[in-house]
């Protein structure tokens, strides 16, 4: 069992990680994440003791307007297939992250450990091959989820 600064540590350190296989694999990106201009949405990288993801994560804490959010992404999800492929999973109430209830559409590698050095690289492989895949999906519907959503609230 680690120590919770021992735990920290090798969480900074696998962050770092990914910085250096980005560069030694010539990804030079500067990942959307939290940049995401859809108000309660984010495109986030997450690892744990089990799984890593690669998602957008709604987490509006009202749950109507979460489920709002959801419905307008699902309304594209036939051509979101067609460019992420059928691997992309998709949960109106998703709690794998944290223990935290959101609605998520996702990219899952089962089987690996944030803790456990040996799956890193297998991990950053994972993070940008489906990254890339989510933020041109990003692109592509930003606007026309950003026109969908105005006028059905504001706050």
Known sequence: MLGKEEA???RVNFWKGLKRYCAKHRIYRKWVLTGVK???VQLK???DTRKA???FQIDHKNDLRRYEIYE???SYRKLIT???GVDLKWEEDYRG???CVVSAIYF?????NIYRQEDWEKIYAFFTQKMILLEEVYWEYRDLINERLKGKWTD
């Open 45 to 47: 990288f997450y690892a």
């Open 108 to 112: 899952e590698l089962e089987g690996v």
């Open 72 to 74: 307008i992404f699902l």
């Open 82 to 84: 067609e460019s992420c």
């Open 8 to 10: 920290k540590e090798i």
């Open 38 to 40: 859809i108000k309660s």
């Open 97 to 99: 992250i944290e223990d």
């Open 53 to 55: 993801l690669a998602l």
